[in-house]
């Protein structure tokens, strides 16, 4: 029965794994769909190589910084029960390789290739590991501290805070130092329209990182005994509630209907194991309206040039998920309990400024050694042709 049970948990996770592997597929396409038709290539080798080097980086020292396991022993070893403790490696790795792919869609269209993926190696080594092993492993006291001071340890059951709001708030920095694409904003305070190139693909990324996202949430489990029919009806829960509000706050903007679920699921993460089903729908609504609006502002008001919107997506609603978890997760509104907004609150707050401090320093690091922004005629030329050497669609582009 023992074997049987190691079985199943490593298979359970494993699957887990390929199906938040898929959602980089999501990554990808959502990016593709939203930029130029210039940079679509760009977009999709991007979200791959970012997945490889993450691999490498957390394997070599990212898994070991945040859980103190080291791969470099005997394959006898490695392979003990199952090999469980690989596949849970591919399923954690999942999750680091998502704070790359968030970035991407940030400085997309004029960031340099080489220095995006040196920044990769860095965040997915050393960074994102960092506070994954505080929140997730005990390290340095932190949960401890809280629990001794608030009544409870900071609650993030699969990541709203320490993917997704560590992702969202790594982003920002990196597209405040990058500046603008050209002319997106002019002088006399006009603005350039940059609509999606392609509303389709943008949809596909968005449905596969949707059905993605429950192996995201409901294999944070980790372990088949553990498993939770309410994470999974919370994640659906929190899906719809954004969408319905992206629809209505962005009056049927299809971008913004693509994105609202997205937010919801972001929000839910941290409270998906606690939340009752209602408590769940109102933080997805309220994250899909944030994001539309923090969108919005950001754009238009702030002139910040977030391509994406993920510092709202991510950042922000990653943030007010781990808030979420703290009062829609408490007895008192129908959630399980075991839970304090304080220290809900206090946890988030580490996520986010742990995130912007290392953003800035490693990003303005890169930026003033190798340079981060792609020259004015490569940009102008778009990154498909200026840093990969052919088109989305080569066939069409031929000059007869």
Request: charged content about 10%.
């Amino acid at each position: 029965m023992e074997a049987l049970k190691q079985g199943a948990d490593a298979l359970f996770i494993l699957l887990g794994g390929v199906m938040v592997l898929a959602m980089h597929a999501g990554f990808a396409f959502l990016e593709l769909g939203t930029v130029r038709k210039k940079n679509q290539v760009n977009a999709l080798v991007k979200i791959l190589v970012d997945f490889s080097v993450s691999t490498v980086a957390y394997f070599l020292v990212g898994y070991a910084v945040a859980y103190g396991t080291s791969f470099f022993v005997g394959a006898e070893q490695l392979a003990a029960k199952n090999g469980y403790e690989l596949v849970k490696f591919f399923f954690l790795l999942t999750f680091a390789a998502a704070i790359p792919a968030i970035i991407s869609g940030g400085i997309a269209e004029r960031a340099r290739f080489w220095p995006q993926l040196m920044a990769t190696a860095v965040i997915v080594g050393l960074v994102y590991p960092l506070f994954e092993g505080v929140v997730w492993n005990q390290h340095f006291g932190v949960q401890a501290w809280l629990k001794a001071t608030t009544g409870q340890e900071f609650h993030d059951f699969a990541g709203s805070v320490v993917v997704h709001a560590v992702g969202g708030w790594l982003a920002l920095p990196a597209v405040l130092l990058l500046g603008a694409r050209a002319n997106r904003y002019r002088k006399d305070g006009a603005m350039s329209a940059h609509p999606p190139s392609n509303i389709p693909f943008l949809a596909l990324g968005a449905w596969i990182l949707t059905v993605g996202w429950f192996g995201f949430n409901v294999m944070s489990a980790q372990t088949l005994d553990k498993i939770s029919g309410l994470v999974a009806v919370n994640s659906l829960m929190a899906m719809v509630g954004g969408t319905l509000a992206a629809l209505a706050a962005g009056r049927n903007d299809p971008g913004f209907v693509h994105n609202g679920p997205l937010a919801g699921l972001v929000a839910v993460c941290a409270g998906s194991d606690l939340m009752h089903p209602l408590g769940a729908l109102v933080t997805g609504a309220i994250a899909g309206g944030l994001f539309v609006f923090m969108f919005t502002r950001t754009q238009n008001t702030w002139k910040i040039d977030d391509v994406l919107g993920v510092w709202p997506l991510h950042g922000l609603c990653g943030a007010w998920g781990g808030l979420a978890a703290g009062i829609f997760g408490s007895a008192a509104l129908g959630g399980l309990g075991g839970v304090s907004l304080l220290a809900q609150l206090a946890g988030t707050l580490m996520g986010v400024a742990w995130a912007l401090v290392s953003g800035f320093v490693v990003y303005g690091t890169f930026k003033a050694t190798v340079g981060l922004r792609l020259s004015q005629e490569e940009e102008y030329d778009g990154a498909d042709l200026s840093i990969h050497r052919i088109g989305a669609t080569p066939d069409r582009e031929v000059n007869w």
